[in-house]
């Protein structure tokens, strides 16, 4: 999948612009403030309704303006094309349409056009918060299968329900039989998820591997998955899963009704990144968990192609900071030819393999 072209308006600092990139490699470069990030942010909308900075729609309208507009036109490897539009205006809900068709939810869109980001945002997947690299693993399944996404929409309806029992005062027996049923619910969808994360995880582990060599890295680079919900592993049956879950659920019982919250279950599970076997997030330098990083947006690009078919468009915030020639090389020869990739940086870079294109010309 690569995008053709995007129209901005009223997005961001961007008045009215039209970005054109080419199909491979694309450098976007222009000074500090000049709107590059903005850009990619747009791009960003078109595929998963939302800014990469979890940013409200109210924040990317630009200042003064009633409504911004972006539309953007895709094509995919058979050749078809794709239009997205994403229209906000001040107080209104967005709205997003596909091919002329307004889609009624904005999840709709996940999956549709598939996108991978690397940006300083990014870096707490790696060394951020647990639900930072939850949100990462959702996120990325969700974009490779649409039945994921339903689950784990799913879940989150039935985790509300349930902590919402849990929190009443008034527990009388109609509630304890309530509360039997959504955690049924909970446990089903949650092993599902669960099952889901760890084959993923397995899967994206073998293709990063080879691509810390690629880097030219000789650390060996992996996952452990984290889990709430008991002894739990990678060749256990959904039934053997959703057993442990609801056998976890009778241990914290009285721990759930004191805190009013489902204490277990993919919602609160984290994943360990580990280098040489060593957890990233307490140990790695920054360097370390920037190459770890985009190790990990190559491997996540590779599989999504593998499993749907497209390659996702790569969008790259900065680069090239903190990173030293031999790596930026060897990154960029890895995303020739693989896949759209737009670059942005602040200074003017030549590679015979990127498409360069200074900002300046195009606002
Ligand atoms: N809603 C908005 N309306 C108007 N301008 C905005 C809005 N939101 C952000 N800006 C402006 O956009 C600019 C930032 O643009 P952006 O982050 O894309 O720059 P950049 O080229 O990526 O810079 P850097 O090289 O520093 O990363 C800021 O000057 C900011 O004031
Ligand atoms: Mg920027």
């Known amino acids: 999948m690569y995008l053709e072209e995007i129209h901005i308006v009223n997005f961001r600092k961007h008045r009215d612009l039209t970005y054109v990139p080419s199909k491979g490699v ?18 960003h909308y ?38 997205v539009k994403v229209s906000y205006e001040k107080s209104r809900e967005k709205k997003i349409v596909v091919n002329n068709e307004e889609l009624k939810k904005f999840s709709g869109i996940i999956g549709k ?28 399944l969700s974009q490779s299968y649409r039945t994921y996404l339903d689950t ?31 955690t049924e619910k909970l446990a089903s969808y949650g092993a599902s998820i669960i099952q889901e994360r760890l084959s993923f995880l397995d899967r994206l582990e073998k293709v ?17 998955y984290h889990h709430t919900s008991g002894r739990i592993s990678g060749e256990m049956n959904k039934k053997d899963i959703e057993a442990c879950i609801l056998e976890r659920f009778e241990a914290v019982a009285a721990q759930e009704f004191m805190r009013q919250q489902t204490m277990i279950g993919p919602h609160r599970d984290d994943m360990v990144f580990t280098i040489n076997g060593i957890d990233a997030r307490k140990y790695a330098s920054q360097g370390q968990t920037r190459t770890f990083l985009i190790a990990l947006k190559l491997a996540l690009q590779r599989m999504i192609r593998d499993i749907i078919g497209e390659s996702p468009v790569f969008l790259l915030d900065d680069l090239f900071s903190e990173l030293d020639e031999y790596r930026v090389d060897r990154i960029l020869s890895i995303l020739e030819g693989s896949a759209q990739a737009i670059i942005t940086t602040t200074e003017k870079r030549s590679f015979s393999t990127a498409e360069c294109m200074n900002i300046e010309e195009i606002v």
Not at 26 to 43: D, Q, R, V
Not at 113 to 140: M, S, W
Not at 208 to 224: A, M, S, T, V
Request: proline share 5%; glycine share 6%.
């Open 152 to 182: 784990i929409l799913q879940y989150r309806r039935v985790l509300q329900q349930r902590n919402a029992l849990l929190a009443r005062h008034d527990h009388d027996r109609q509630i304890a039989t309530d509360l039997e049923i959504w």
């Open 46 to 83: 078109c595929s998963l309704a939302k800014g990469m900075n979890r940013s409200l729609d109210r924040e990317c309208l630009r200042f003064d303006a009633d409504y911004f507009l972006l539309r953007s036109r895709y094509i995919d490897a058979t050749g078809r094309e794709t239009e």
């Open 26 to 43: 694309n450098l976007l470069y222009g000074p500090n403030g000049s709107g590059k990030t903005n850009i990619l942010e747009a791009i």
């Open 113 to 140: 056009i598939p996108c991978v980001t690397f940006t300083p945002y990014d870096l707490g997947v790696v060394n951020g918060a647990p639900q930072e690299r939850r949100r990462f693993i959702d996120t990325a």
């Open 208 to 224: 990063i591997k080879p691509l810390y060599q690629e880097l030219g890295l000789e650390e060996i680079p992996g996952f452990r």
